[in-house]
């Protein structure tokens, strides 16, 4: 849970009728394990190998609830939502984002059987349609990463000589195309209401002195993008104002009986 987790696909498309251009698509977290109001740093590398632009980059936690009767029922919601725009032409995009948990179940409920919850970041392009998808654990204590010691450092190999480019004719003939690398802005972020399996929850009305708050004894008092658990935070932290209602567990007074 304390290393960081990455995929990588390739896809090959076709553009007007007769080109063709690859779309290399890499998400990476910093970690596999996250526990509620904690950030996942999610960075994603696109290679775009050909001459079309790419629709928007949308980066999303899903949450899938598995419920057993006589048989398995699914339920696959999205949680949050962060979009960035797309990426031009020959282009190699760099983009950095975060996703705020909320309120969540943990992945593994103890002593329940018949409740399965499994969480997933999923990196995707809205065109070409290419996605990857990177399985997430939620639990209540959080992960501390132990920093690398001296002798494990990760050594910066140097980048290999690179020859000059290929005359005009050369370069037509074999499709090559100098890449740029550019830096994708987000566009928006979206916070819905996930699942809950607790009955009765509810939060009550934590109450902090303004005084005491900004002291360097005091963290502040901030909250998750869907309002929900309130936690402390470290160092100069703006807490973020937000209108979304408590999350509430379904109402099953309406129900049936699930045979």
Known sequence: LQQPNTMSVTKKFNYKLVKSGNIILTATSDLKGYIVGQAIQLRTDIENKSGRDTGAV???????????????????????????????????????????????????????????????????????????????????????????????????????????????????????????NVSIPTKSHSQQQPFSYAPGLSFQEIRVDSEQTGSPNHPTLCLSTGATVPYYAEGNVVPVPTASSLILPPEYSTWGYPY
Do not use: F
């Open 58 to 180: 949308v980066a999303s936690l899903l949450q899938k609830v598995a419920y057993k009767s006589k048989r398995w029922i699914y339920d696959l919601r999205t949680i949050a939502e962060v979009e960035g725009s797309g990426v031009k032409a020959w282009k190699h995009a760099e983009w950095k984002e975060q996703i705020l948990v909320p309120a969540l179940p943990q992945s593994i409920l103890q002593g329940c059987s018949l409740i399965h919850i499994d969480y997933y970041i999923q990196v995707s392009l809205k065109s070409p349609d290419v996605s990857v998808t990177l399985p997430i654990y939620i639990g209540n204590i959080a992960v501390n990463r132990v920093p690398l010691s001296p002798s494990r450092s990760i050594q910066h190999i140097p980048s290999a000589v690179v020859p000059s480019a290929p005359p005009e004719e050369e370069e037509a003939a074999s499709g090559y195309h100098p890449m740029d």
